[in-house]
């Protein structure tokens, strides 16, 4: 069946690299899409990977695509507190004549000054 | 451009009432989407939307119902709120073209007692 799963927790200190890791299960992936939820806000989207696309970067942000192992990361370069959040992998797959999002259960970084 | 709206921000109810949660976009987009958060659960699709004048069940629809009232407004009704629905709830909207990414709303607090 269609899964994305996610370590629940990441811990880093301030200037750091974070690396989250996401792995998904459904071959029919055609968009793979990374949220940023902060504490008591709606879920804000960081970017996106086209999954015939290896790597995408904006800014301090970098995902790499590995559609042969079904693995996604972002990594975010010089880590601050204003990144601590929970970061949701999200994978578009198709359901029939639609088309749905199936959900990580999102990763919380904790960021240490 | 406000994006996604919703309304309530918070709301408590005793079980059995009924009430209607809220959602507005200004974005032109054709599908429309209500989630609901729960701790260790992630996201899970209550009912969506893809077209006005359409709705179609989720992964979690029981207790629920829609009205897509236009093609702006979504509206999510409980009909007898049970303690089972106390959650965070989101409603989103999806872009076509490129990405087809959702944007979501602030989300509604809602706690049955």
């Known amino acids: 069946g269609e899964d994305v799963e996610q370590s629940l927790f990441l811990s880093v200190r301030e200037g750091d690299s974070s690396v989250i890791n996401c792995t998904y299960t459904d071959s029919s992936s055609t968009y793979l899409y990374w949220y940023k939820q902060e504490p008591g806000a709606g879920l804000q989207l960081l970017t996106y990977i086209f999954s015939n696309m290896d790597m995408k970067q904006d800014q301090r942000l970098t995902v790499l695509l590995n559609k042969k192992d079904k693995h996604l990361s972002l990594r975010i370069a010089d880590t601050q507190t204003g990144d601590s959040a929970i970061y949701f992998c999200a994978d578009r797959v198709n359901a029939g004549n639609n088309r749905k999002l199936i959900w990580g259960l999102g990763t919380s970084l904790a960021v240490n000054p | 451009n406000a994006g996604v709206t919703q309304t309530p921000k918070f709301q408590v109810l005793k079980t059995g009432q009924s009430m209607t949660l809220q959602c507005a976009q200004d974005?032109?987009?054709?599908?429309m989407y209500w989630y609901r958060q729960d701790p260790g659960m992630g996201l899970r699709l209550i009912y969506y939307s893809a077209s006005e004048g359409t709705t179609d069940k989720g992964e979690v629809p029981n207790g629920y119902n829609v009205s897509r009232l236009n093609k702006r407004e979504f509206s999510l009704r409980l009909e007898s709120a049970a303690p089972s629905q106390t959650s965070v709830y989101f409603c989103?909207?999806?872009?076509?073209?490129?990405?087809?990414?959702?944007?979501f709303g602030p989300g509604t607090r809602l706690l049955v007692l």
């Open positions: 989103a909207s999806r872009s076509g073209g490129v990405g087809e990414t959702q944007y």
């Open positions: 974005m032109n987009h054709n599908s």
